[in-house]
Nanobody
Framework: QVQLVESGGGLVQAGGSLRLSCVAS????????MGWFRQAPGKEREFVAA????????YYADFVKGRFAISRDNAKNTVDLQMTTLKPEDTAVYYC??????????????????????WGQGTQVTVSS
């Protein structure tokens, strides 16, 4: 059974930074592409960032490019999301997610929730104006 545990959420002022971390267990970490999604109240879950199993492929949603950075440490089974220049519209529950494959040939799969088979419980990020 794969388990994903997020940490690092909290309350921050606009313009500030937060670093989210996700620890995975239950299968060989480097064999799993990893992603971050978020969901704001009343909205659908949306893609934020993803990284392939060895880190060679990275993808971002347009609204976070230049502000967020995803990284992974396969020795520690962790995937991080460094968030800078945060905006009130970044307020959401952020979810870490794991795929059953290390990478997808088509980049479209990384953006799709159905491409991932395990999800963490989420961590709240609140950005005040």
């Amino acid at each position: 059974q794969v388990q994903l545990v997020e940490s690092g959420g909290g309350l921050v002022q606009a313009g500030g930074s937060l670093r989210l971390s996700c620890v995975a267990s239950g299968r060989t970490f480097s064999n799993s592409a990893m992603g971050w999604f978020r969901q704001a109240p009343g909205k659908e879950r949306e893609f934020v960032a993803a990284i392939s199993g060895r880190g060679g492929r990275i993808y971002y949603a347009d609204f976070v490019k230049g502000r967020f950075a995803i990284s992974r440490d396969n020795a520690k089974n962790t995937v991080d999301l460094q968030m800078t220049t945060l905006k009130p519209e970044d307020t959401a529950v952020y979810y870490c997610t794991s795929a059953s494959v290390a990478w997808y040939q088509s980049s479209n799969y990384y953006y799709t929730p159905a491409s991932y088979d395990y999800w963490g419980q989420g961590t709240q990020v609140t950005v005040s104006s």
